[in-house]
């Protein structure tokens, strides 16, 4: 919870560079025409209560006024819609605009108020951050040396590297599965159940063309009918002899 929630005197560390501050209820309707409202909200660590917008703001003038007013104040510097303003805090000597003394500034990324580092800041992490790795280096190389009477110092880097390889082998652990048994199941599952709900429509099957018979494949046709026909063979009827008729003496 933010100090200004409890009613208590926002306070700054040491180094102001490791805060931020931010306010949800503002992120989504953050613009250009209230960034500085939310800047000077009272739990923002990074505002101070003493300055110049604060009284504008409490005696509700137009915020022109601070170009005639002396002291410290904040004004917006830079804005990148919609998730970048930069925001100056600086001290007015007098209306001219070469009579301004700029002492911090700060950014808002995505709703999130941090302190721009100074760049005596900047070179002093670097110079840090060099020296450290320096000193790792001769200490890893100071490691390497040995001493034996009949050869003086020499170098070894077989052991060294044999004695590493030995130990990542042992640092290492078996690659955990992306998803387990239960998981595979539980989604084919829910894909089924999905699947019942909405089955795919079926796409429409497009009718068969009529074969076009070719000139031969018409003869042969007609082969293989003419062939199916059997000849039909016309049996006469034979006739019976006529009988005799008895001769009359």
Same mark, same amino acid.
């Given at each position: %919870? %933010?100090?200004?929630?409890?009613?208590?005197?926002?306070?700054? !560390?040491?180094?102001?560079?490791?805060?931020?501050?931010?306010?949800?209820?503002? $992120?989504?309707?953050?613009?250009?025409?209230?960034?500085?409202?939310?800047?000077?909200? *009272?739990?923002?660590?990074?505002?101070?209560?003493?300055?110049?917008?604060?009284?504008?703001?409490?005696?509700?003038?137009?915020?022109?006024?601070?170009?005639?007013?002396?002291?410290?104040?904040?004004?917006?510097?830079?804005?990148?819609?919609?998730?970048?303003?930069?925001?100056?805090?600086?001290?007015?000597?007098?209306?001219?605009?070469?009579? $301004?003394?700029?002492?911090?500034?700060?950014?808002?990324?995505?709703? $999130?108020?941090?302190?721009?580092?100074?760049?005596?800041?900047?070179?002093? !992490?670097?110079?840090?951050?060099?020296?450290?790795? %320096?000193?790792?280096?001769?200490?890893?190389?100071? !490691?390497? !040396?040995?001493?034996?009477?009949?050869?003086?110092?020499?170098?070894?880097?077989?052991?060294?590297?044999?004695?590493?390889?030995?130990?990542?082998?042992?640092?290492?652990?078996?690659?955990?599965?992306?998803?387990?048994?239960?998981? *595979?199941?539980?989604?084919?599952?829910?894909?089924?159940?999905? %699947?019942?709900?909405?089955?795919?429509?079926?796409?429409?099957?497009?009718?068969?063309?009529?074969?076009?018979?070719?000139?031969?494949?018409?003869?042969?046709?007609?082969?293989?009918?003419?062939?199916?026909?059997?000849?039909?063979?016309?049996?006469?009827?034979?006739?019976?002899?006529?009988?005799?008729?008895?001769?009359?003496?």
């Amino acid at each position: %919870m %933010m100090p200004g929630r409890l009613g208590l005197t926002p306070s700054i !560390s040491d180094n102001p560079l490791g805060l931020s501050w931010h306010d949800s209820t503002w $992120i989504p309707i953050l613009n250009t025409s209230n960034v500085m409202d939310y800047f000077s909200d *009272r739990s923002n660590p990074f505002f101070d209560r003493t300055c110049n917008n604060e009284i504008v703001k409490m005696q509700r003038l137009n915020p022109d006024q601070l170009q005639n007013m002396t002291g410290l104040e904040y004004v917006l510097l830079h804005v990148q819609e919609p998730i970048l303003y930069v925001i100056r805090k600086q001290h007015r000597h007098g209306p001219q605009p070469n009579q $301004i003394t700029a002492l911090a500034d700060y950014y808002i990324i995505a709703g $999130i108020v941090y302190q721009a580092p100074d760049l005596a800041s900047v070179l002093n !992490s670097r110079l840090l951050s060099a020296v450290h790795h %320096m000193q790792s280096s001769f200490e890893e190389a100071s !490691s390497f !040396s040995r001493y034996h009477p009949s050869k003086g110092y020499f170098w070894d880097f077989k052991s060294q590297r044999n004695g590493n390889d030995k130990v990542k082998v042992k640092e290492e652990k078996p690659k955990e599965e992306a998803s387990s048994l239960f998981q *595979r199941k539980r989604v084919d599952m829910l894909l089924g159940e999905l %699947m019942k709900k909405f089955p795919l429509p079926i796409p429409p099957q497009p009718k068969p063309a009529p074969a076009v018979a070719t000139p031969k494949q018409e003869n042969e046709n007609g082969n293989n009918e003419n062939k199916d026909v059997k000849p039909e063979v016309k049996q006469e009827k034979i006739k019976p002899p006529p009988d005799k008729k008895p001769r009359l003496n």
